[in-house]
């Protein structure tokens, strides 16, 4: 990837961040309840864990950090989706955003260790490891990503506080992070 496109890359995923923390400051989670406020913060999560990845600059917590903070993230809502404790496809999607990015984190190469122990996408010269893997999962971000942004524009206006943000915000995240995963195979 080109320095210039990895920046551009950083300023949409970052551009993504302040949605996320708007809702998070802005709306009544009292009503509408904990796994809506749950799935902005991994939201805001996930978005962080992409710019750290797509930064030339790279950041400041290690690979092995991430990998740790996305482990326990797809843990957690898988479980949270499997006991049903929450709306199961979303938790099940943000499950599934975790593990992409763990897989993207652990599949980069790392021999030479040119970066240190940081993460750095953004000037990794060869590709991930696992390339069906990448391929699955950069399949499922490109649909998931045309069906939010459908539902967005279907209910402009009509759903709960911050749903039209919510699924834009998964609409952009999901082409993003699908985009990556196809130049990374």
Not at 64 to 86: K, N
Request: proline residues 5%; charged residues 10%.
């Amino acid at each position: 990837m080109t320095v210039p496109l990895a920046w551009l890359f950083t300023v949409l995923f970052a551009s993504l961040a302040l949605p996320c923390v708007l809702r998070l400051v802005k709306l009544d989670y009292g009503s509408l309840g904990h796994r809506v406020r749950n799935g902005d913060l991994a939201e805001l999560l996930l978005v962080v864990a992409m710019v750290a990845m797509l930064s030339p600059v790279g950041g400041p917590i290690p690979a092995a950090g991430w990998q740790a903070v996305l482990v326990l993230t797809a843990g957690w809502f898988a479980f949270s989706a499997w006991r049903g404790r929450a709306e199961g496809h979303s938790c099940w999607h943000h499950a599934l955003s975790a593990a992409a990015m763990l897989y993207m984190v652990t599949a980069m190469p790392h021999g030479g260790m040119v970066h240190g122990p940081w993460l750095n996408m953004s000037t990794m010269d060869a590709r991930l490891a696992w390339p069906a893997v990448a391929l699955v999962a950069a399949a499922y971000f490109a649909v998931d990503a045309v069906r939010s942004g459908v539902v967005a524009v279907q209910s402009r206006g009509t759903g709960a506080p911050g749903h039209a943000s919510r699924t834009l915000c998964r609409a952009a995240m999901g082409a993003g992070m699908g985009v990556m995963l196809l130049a990374a195979v």
